[in-house]
């Protein structure tokens, strides 16, 4: 089944810095690839999310690349806030079947100011 | 904006008693899963249920785990017979047919003493 590895598992950058949260996924048929932001003790929210049809999607300051030959995506945060301080979690899932989604151990973000 | 619902926020049972796990997905969507996050790990696909079966399960899913689907809006997971290792938060999830977006409920959070 599918499998997917997050690197790294806590990120500190000061305010205004640049931060980058990288996946791998072992299943070529994966083709959904969404990031989902978790605060402490509340539900991941969706912060943006790459089909395997696109290379990369911008959201003001969020990003996403996809290389689907390597199998990694990658999540570039800009000019990063306190409040982007939270738990990050990438994921996968392939269309067929359930179209579960398959989580990264997720990433600790914090932002110092 | 719609949202999943789930009830109740915060559960505790003694070990060995039968709980319910209730969602409210969100009214035209066609997937449902339940996935659980224990205390500082990542998010785990428990069971995917489309088309009112279910559709794909994990091995955490045995024979103690069961969903239903009742009345055409609520979702539910009994767990029949809790064990310690059943404590953690308990997410509901809904998506449209295809690579959507999964659309997270605010989770159960289950104590088992």
């Known amino acids: 089944g599918e499998n997917v590895e997050q690197h790294p598992s806590t990120l500190s950058v000061q305010e205004g810095d640049s931060a980058v949260i990288k996946c791998t996924y072992s299943d070529s048929a994966s083709n959904y690839f969404p990031w989902y932001k978790q605060e402490l003790g509340k539900r991941p929210q969706l912060i943006i999310d790459i089909r395997s049809n696109v290379g990369e999607k911008k959201d003001q300051r969020i990003a996403v690349t996809l290389n689907k030959t390597a199998k990694h995506f990658s999540l570039h945060i800009t000019e990063t806030q306190p409040e982007d301080s939270a738990v990050y979690f990438c994921?996968?899932?392939?269309?067929?079947?359930?179209?579960?989604?398959?989580f990264g151990k997720g990433t600790k973000l914090t932002v110092n100011p | 904006e719609p949202e999943v619902t789930q009830t109740p926020s915060h559960q505790v049972t003694q070990m060995g008693q039968e709980v319910i796990l209730r969602c409210v997905p969100i009214s035209n969507h066609l997937y449902f899963y339940w996935y659980r996050q224990i205390l500082g790990q990542k998010v785990e696909f428990l069971v995917s249920f489309y088309n009112n079966e279910i559709s794909e399960k994990s091995e955490i899913f045995d024979d103690q785990f069961s969903v239903e689907r009742p009345d055409g809006s609520n979702f539910t997971l009994k767990i029949r017979s809790t064990k310690l290792e059943d404590s953690a938060m308990y997410f509901c999830a809904s998506r449209t047919q295809g690579l959507t977006e999964a659309f997270f409920g605010q989770g159960t959070r289950l104590t088992v003493v």
């Open positions: 994921a996968a899932s392939s269309k067929g079947g359930s179209e579960k989604l398959v």
